[in-house]
């Protein structure tokens, strides 16, 4: 691999007097340059609709879905893991997160991690994917031997994979089954891929997750019905979702939310079909936890 003939270690022109400019000049030409990366999603959003079907088709069978990053890559991978457990209310096994480095690599950074292919296979085979599974590899140059490596381990076991990049042809794009390659073009700052291409990645990754789990029934309309209500704020709005959906006033959500334990998609379905706690676990469990077929069947 050469690094200068990756797009994304280009030298961007329109920010080569970026040292000079004031503070005003400098955040329009980001901004400028941030207005690039949903265009550059727009073009790949067919590859994007897929991979979500496919991550969904996974986890409907009981499987895992496990970002693969090296640094910003995988620090974005691991946000996007930690927070599908608190929105969706999956078990923290069911979205996973596998860094070069290490948990430790989320704050200190551990660049010389990204070249061990032999990490990247040792690591994933700690996971043990296999048929039910689904990994995720994040790479901005698409090239990170780390992550191609685990990626290239888990697809010989079976294992469904998709490859996120932001350039074109990449190492990563042609080793997993699904490969979604976003081209945002240079950096403002020459090289530094937490800008755009970070941005870029996120944005995948809030797609993948959300649509996935939306499609097995996981959000109810357009709302997180199956959120952990750990806090007040949360609280509320698990009440306040009942009122929207039910015609519960405040009071009787907030006894029903009680009775199901604190669990709006139980609380849900127990004021939508005017059943049981018991009744409303019942029909969760026949549609495996999809909240819509569990009030309509």
Known sequence: MRVRELMTERRNPATENMDTMSALELVTAMNREDAIVPRAIHRVLPQIARAVDRIAQQLAKGGRLIYVGSGTSG????????????????????????????????????????????????????????KRDVVVGI????????????????????????????????????TAEIAIEVEVGPEVLTGSSRLKAG????????????????????????????????????LQRGITILELLTDADREIATKTLEKAGMSASLALVMLKKGVSKAEAARRLRKAKGNVRKAIED
């Open 75 to 130: 620090r974005i991978g691991a946000l996007d893991a930690s927070e599908c457990s608190p929105t969706f209310g999956v078990d923290a096994e069911t979205v996973q997160f596998m860094i070069a480095g290490g948990e430790r690599a989320l704050v200190i950074a551990s660049e010389a991690s990204e070249d061990s292919t032999d990490s990247g296979r040792t690591d994933i085979a700690a996971r043990k994917p296999g």
């Open 139 to 174: 790479a901005a140059s698409g090239s990170t031997p780390y992550t191609v490596s685990a990626v290239q381990y888990a697809r010989s076991r079976g294992a469904a994979t998709i490859g996120i990049a932001c350039n074109r042809n990449s190492e990563l794009g042609r």
């Open 199 to 234: 941005s870029a990645e996120k944005m995948v990754c809030n797609m993948l997750t959300t649509g996935a789990l939306t499609r097995l029934g996981y959000v109810y309309s357009n709302l997180m019905v199956n959120m952990h209500l750990k806090n007040n704020k949360v």
